[in-house]
């Protein structure tokens, strides 16, 4: 059964950097891409980034390009968002999500979330 | 960029209903569209990919349609389960976009 369990987030200031995790389990996580997607309270579904199966391609969202890193560790199943230079609008829960098989495909798998909040 | 437009906002139905929720996409985007249901503090879940495939284990009352730029989601008699928001989504590989959600609540 494929798990994905999200961890990191927490109160960070503006200006702040926090480094969110997601542990996967249940599949072979070398051969996924895999993305975070935040949700703003009250808001909707935002993709911020995605990460091929061997972590050589990236991408970003326009929002966020230049201030978060998207990466993953294949060896420990854990992929990993560093943001920097958060601001208030950065403020969500972050989800962790695998793409269904396939080239081109959606999210068929989610964690729970990790909620970030950006405030002094 | 691509934007996805969905229609309505809210839903107002009662059990037994069929309901469509429609999503516009700003240019073509062929069928690599998804839909997702999403419950009150809880992750989405995936119902229908590539606009017309229902995902494995979703209940066949729910079905969706179209290509190019304009699609739905139909549930075809309510259940009290499906009270919820629900997001399109259109993928590649490469970016993800989604539209801003239909809440459906119980009339």
């Known amino acids: 059964e494929v798990h994905l369990v999200e961890s990191g987030g927490g109160l960070v200031q503006p200006g702040g950097s926090l480094r969110l995790s997601c542990a996967a389990s249940g599949f072979i996580f070398s051969s996924y891409t895999m993305s975070w997607v935040r949700q703003a309270p009250g808001k909707g579904l935002e993709w911020v980034s995605s990460i091929s199966g061997s972590g050589g391609s990236t991408y970003y969202a326009d929002s966020v390009k230049g201030r978060f890193t998207i990466s993953r560790d294949n060896s420990k199943t854990t992929l990993y968002l560093q943001v920097y230079s958060l601001r208030a609008e950065d403020t969500a829960v972050y989800y962790c999500?695998?793409?269904?098989?396939?080239?081109?495909?959606?999210?068929?798998?989610w964690g729970q979330g990790t909620l970030v909040t950006v405030s002094s | 960029d691509i934007q996805m437009t969905q229609s309505p906002s809210t839903l107002s139905a009662s059990v037994g209903d069929r309901v469509t929720i429609t999503c516009r996409a700003s240019q073509g985007i062929s069928d690599w569209l998804a839909w997702y249901q999403q419950k009150l503090g809880k992750a989405p879940k995936l119902l229908i990919y590539k606009a017309s495939s229902l995902e494995s284990g979703v209940p066949s009352r729910f079905s969706g349609s179209g290509s190019g730029t304009e699609f739905t989601l139909t549930i075809s008699s309510l259940q009290p389960d499906d009270f919820a928001t629900y997001y399109c989504?259109?993928?590649?590989?490469?970016?993800?976009?989604f539209g801003q959600g239909t809440r459906l609540e119980i009339k």
């Open positions: 999500a695998k793409r269904l098989v396939g080239t081109t495909t959606p999210f068929d798998y």
């Open positions: 989504q259109q993928y590649n590989s490469y970016s993800y976009i």
